[in-house]
């Protein structure tokens, strides 16, 4: 099949994630036939450098061969069975080794980043009722987002997804953030949420935070201080603490957790995207014996956790997470100027290499601000009006010369496979600041 005819026939029967349709009377649909690294490649030979790993997915390259490997070795034993009353091997490996890398105790599997926050805000509010008490109210960051389900979105505070569902949502008291990544931002912010906290806290069962990044927020970034602060402030006023590292985590702040770098332990953690390296649907909350025991109990006393999902534990997707585990663990993993780099160590290089590249984007006159934390980078182009859609124009550029930018407003970013080489960086960059400077001329 051809691009044209997959195109038509793609148009006339799928919905897509995210979109109006409308837009792709103009804006080409791409037929993507096999990806390999960071390229994907369409129908026509056409090939594109993934700069945003597929929705933050695709960490460690798309038809990584080790990855490949696992998944098919565990097709030949175990596609799937039931979570409940059963188990498998490679779940048990898995829960071992987050705990282990985490320093939770207990891990609960869902089937998606939605899902996760589904689990631990029912979770948090499940807690306090089995400790007798009803805490209806969740605590969250302005400019946060959790996902799509009703409950994620209700903890989130973009308005593009929320707006439209607001007589539906649970709910919800947003908190202050910092302007920018400075400590001096982050303390300011911390007093005004102390006011917050002070008001609610009996009502609220928990505080859910993006650490470091909030990256469907326009990648907007702040200091660890500002979560070392809120993780006090839940401390003294006796509020649970989740943690959603759906995007930032596996390696992206360049720690495996964003948590890390602030100091601090939540009393839930939140996996997904990297958690298969982007081949397969998994989430995970990782929690506390704390937690976990006050739902330890006989039936007869109704305080068990009934949340489930069908592909509880999936084996194919466990596969997979295991597999993107023990590349984390690999010493030597890429060889560069005779000395092997392990995933977190290369990283660094990355990320400055990045930071260097994006330095001349301050040049540009369209350009307000440019921010890093770790494998994420953006550029903020000034305020232009929402209407006028000059994101999408970056992105329409990208692809006419072989990158995926796909933009949030007017912030164009990159998260780029962590395999991804210097010359494809330098290619990356290039045709964003072009783009970028072409919808000026």
Request: charged share 25%; glycine share 6%; with cysteine.
């Amino acid at each position: 099949m051809k691009n044209q005819e997959i195109m038509q026939k793609d148009l006339k029967f799928n919905w897509h994630p995210c979109t109006q349709m409308k837009d792709h009377e103009f804006l080409p649909i791409i037929p993507i036939k096999k990806a390999k690294g960071v390229w994907l490649e369409d129908f026509e030979g056409n090939r594109y450098i993934d700069a945003i790993s597929s929705w933050w997915v695709n960490i460690l390259g798309h038809s990584n061969e080790y990855i490949n490997k696992k998944i098919s070795q565990q097709l030949e034993t175990l596609e799937h069975v039931i979570f409940a009353g059963f188990t498998h091997e490679g779940a048990v490996r898995l829960g071992e080794r987050l705990c282990r890398l985490s320093g939770f105790d207990k891990v609960f599997y869902a089937d998606n980043g939605s899902s996760a926050v589904e689990v631990a805000i029912k979770m948090a509010f499940h807690y306090w009722k089995n400790k007798g008490q009803v805490r209806e109210l969740f605590l969250s960051l302005k400019n946060s987002y959790h996902g799509e389900t009703i409950g994620a979105l209700s903890v989130g505070d973009v308005g593009l997804y929320k707006d439209t569902y607001k007589e539906i949502l649970i709910k919800n008291i947003t908190i202050p953030i910092p302007e920018d990544q400075s400590e001096e931002e982050a303390q300011k912010a911390l007093k005004e949420a102390e006011n917050i906290f002070e008001k609610h806290h009996k009502n609220i069962s928990s505080l859910i935070i993006e650490p470091l990044v909030q990256c469907a927020g326009y990648m907007k970034m702040h200091s660890p201080l500002f979560v070392k602060g809120l993780r006090e402030l839940c401390d003294k006023y006796n509020i649970l603490m989740i943690a959603d590292e759906i995007a930032v985590g596996f390696g992206r702040t360049g720690s495996m957790f964003a948590c890390e770098l602030a100091g601090i332990k939540p009393d839930f953690m939140c996996l997904s995207k990297g958690l298969t390296g982007g081949y397969l649907p998994l989430s995970v909350v990782l929690t506390t014996d704390d937690i976990y025991r006050a739902f330890y109990c006989d039936y007869t006393e109704l305080k068990a956790f009934l949340h489930s999902h069908s592909y509880t534990a999936n084996p194919l997707g466990i596969a997979a997470a295991n597999a993107v585990l023990d590349i984390f663990e690999m010493k030597q993993w890429k060889y560069e100027e005779g000395k092997w780099y392990s995933v977190l160590e290369r990283n660094k290089k990355l990320s400055k290499y990045i930071w260097d590249k994006v330095q001349k984007f301050k040049d540009l006159p369209n350009v307000k601000d440019i921010r890093q934390t770790g494998m994420i980078t953006a550029v903020e182009m000034i305020d232009y009006p929402w209407q006028e859609r000059k994101g999408l124009k970056v992105y329409e550029y990208g692809l006419k010369n072989g990158v995926l930018l796909r933009p949030l407003g007017n912030v164009i970013y990159f998260m780029p496979p962590y395999v991804i080489e210097y010359d494809e960086i330098d290619k990356m960059t290039d045709v964003a600041y072009e783009g970028i400077k072409s919808i000026e001329n």
